[in-house]
């Protein structure tokens, strides 16, 4: 079973794999409530009771087709958490009156977002919701405000961030009447900034855990036209045998999973076979050389 981890010590718990909703709506083979069923029936039994999803998914539907499938089953919702995002507005069918796309963390629009999240998703409290993008025209005590009222009305049980920088937690994490739990940052094999910006660092330093969006680099790490993936490929395929047969979406899991900062992967996958795939690398403990390996095929080259 896939372990229950605290992000940070005033944080629910949550699954240490994740599944990410953001492409629930994109194949007409799975856009609909029996495969979703179906699949999240699979991740109860792998032990991946964490749900992550965003306002903007889908073009503000995921969340609302999440919302109908998990009404199909009374007490599904409160198996699993949900963690929702809100602060992004694009053009769209839906809202024809936006004509260019921004970025809106204020303490009202965060407020009116979590309020809807609450009606399209079914449920009277969302276990953590998280600022999508830091928006750089709202002060950090404007949307401090707004997550903190959320909170203490008991309508999110914790508050996070997505994309900020070092700074920005920093700031805002100031202005918190209790501190955020987590930042969602991407990072893969094909995506290390974290390491090197100081972001997976930084939640060490304050104790909470980051989350990895796009663990497999929105499926470019295994395509073999990327000349990375490519190199990886083969790297795979030299450490298989001693990783149990692992394939390389599972050794780019154990390579995330790795990392001291503890991050919890989002699974992107439709596909149940790959649900159970993954949940198979959390038991992959990579060797020093054999992670410092993959980087190296990663990047191309050997470390500085
Ligand atoms: N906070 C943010 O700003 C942010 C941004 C992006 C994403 N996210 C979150 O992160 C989650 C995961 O992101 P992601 O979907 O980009 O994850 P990902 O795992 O990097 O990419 C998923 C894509 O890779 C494909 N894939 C998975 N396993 C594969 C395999 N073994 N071989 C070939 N292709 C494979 C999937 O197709 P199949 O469906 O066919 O398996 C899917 O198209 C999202 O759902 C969302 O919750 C957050």
Redesign the pocket.
Known sequence: MIPRVFLASNSPAFSRLVY????FLD?PATAHSDDLLKRLHACLELGITTL???EIYGLYRVEEFIGQTLKKEPGLREKFEIVT?SGIYVPCDFHPDRKVAHYNATAARIVKSAEKSLRLLGTDYLDLL?V??PDWLTSADETAEGLNRLLKEGKIRSAGV??YNVHQFDLLNSRMDQPLVTN?I?F?LLHMDPIYDGTADQSQKLGFKPMA???????A??SPENPAGARLQKKAAELSAKYGGA?L?QLAYAWILAHPSQPLP??????IE?LIATAQAMDIQLEREDWYGLWEAAQGQSIP
């Open positions: 990410g909703t953001w492409r194949d992550d999803t965003a995002k998280l999508h993008r997505s994309n969602q991407e893969s969006w796009s663990p497999l680099a929105k499926g790490l295994m394939t979406d989002i699974i992107g996958t439709n596909k790959r």
